[in-house]
C-alpha cells in the first residue's frame, strides 16, 4: 500500500520568512495530493491540493509542487505570519484506494 | 465545516466497556472514514466506506467495528479490545472515489477513566 513520508517534524521560522515542508510517497499510482492545516483541537483543513497532470499550484501565499518522477510534492508558504502556526499533513490518493496521511509537520512562526 | 457533525466532543470510557463515536454528514457524500490521531503523530486510517452497507478496514481496524446502515451516517463502536483507546478521533467524508478532498468533523477526545 501507500506510505508517504514527510520532513520535518517540526519547523521553526521567523515571521516573514518561507517555509518548506516536503513529502514523499511510494505508489506509484497516487495521482492526488492533498495538503491539510490543524490548528490546535480543530480539525484538519484543506489549504491546498495538486493533481497528477499538473507541476506547480499557486493560492496566494501557499504554493505546491509535484515531482512525479521521485514521487515527492511539497509546501511552500511565503511571507508566513504568525496565524500560519499549525500542524500541516500531506497526504497521498488514488481513484482505487484510500488516502494516506504524512505524519505532519509542528510551524511555529515566530513573531 | 459545518457539514460533518461528530458527537460527543469529549468521551470516557471505562475499563470493559464499549463506546460509540456518532458522525454524520450532510454533503451528500459517499464515502466517509474514521481516523485516530494520538499526540504528535499523523492521521491513521481505522476503517473506511465508500458505500452504503460496505466498509472496509484500515490500517489500525482491530477493537474498532463500525456499521453504515444510513449515507449520513458512520457510526464508530470502540470495543473492549482495543487496549489503548485514549486518542483523538477524527470522521471525514469525500465524494467517491478516494482521490478526492476530505472534509472532517471536529473530532471526538476520548480518554480512560
Known amino acids: 500500500g501507500e506510505n508517504v513520508e514527510q520532513h520535518p517534524s517540526t519547523l521553526s521560522v521567523q515571521e516573514g520568512d518561507s517555509a518548506v515542508i516536503k513529502c514523499t510517497y511510494s505508489d506509484s499510482a497516487s495521482n492526488y495530493f492533498p495538503w491539510y492545516k490543524q490548528e490546535l483541537g480543530k480539525r484538519p483543513q484543506l489549504i491546498i491540493d495538486?493533481?497528477?497532470?499538473?507541476g506547480e499550484k499557486k493560492d496566494q501565499r501557499i504554493a505546491v509542487t509535484l515531482n512525479k518522477t521521485a514521487k515527492h510534492f511539497s509546501l511552500h508558504i511565503t511571507e508566513t505570519q504568525p496565524e500560519d502556526s499549525a500542524v500541516y499533513f500531506c497526504?497521498?490518493?488514488?481513484?482505487?484506494?484510500?488516502?494516506?496521511f504524512g505524519a505532519g509537520t509542528r510551524l511555529t512562526v515566530k513573531p | 465545516d459545518g457539514g460533518i457533525t461528530q458527537s460527543p466532543k469529549y468521551l470516557f470510557r471505562k475499563e470493559g466497556q464499549n463506546v460509540t463515536l456518532s458522525c454524520e454528514q450532510n454533503l451528500n457524500h459517499d464515502a466517509m472514514y474514521w481516523y485516530r490521531q494520538d499526540p504528535g503523530q499523523g492521521l491513521r486510517l481505522i476503517y473506511y466506506s465508500q458505500i452504503v452497507n460496505d466498509f472496509q478496514k484500515g490500517d489500525i481496524a482491530e477493537g474498532y467495528s463500525v456499521s453504515r446502515e444510513k449515507k449520513e451516517s458512520f457510526p464508530l463502536t470502540v470495543t473492549s479490545a482495543q487496549k489503548n483507546p485514549t486518542a483523538f478521533y477524527l470522521c471525514a467524508s469525500s465524494i467517491k472515489p478516494s482521490n478526492q478532498p476530505q472534509h472532517f468533523g471536529d473530532g471526538t477526545r476520548l480518554s480512560i477513566l
Open positions: 497526504a497521498a490518493g488514488t481513484r482505487n484506494n484510500d488516502m494516506r
Open positions: 495538486i493533481r497528477s497532470n499538473v
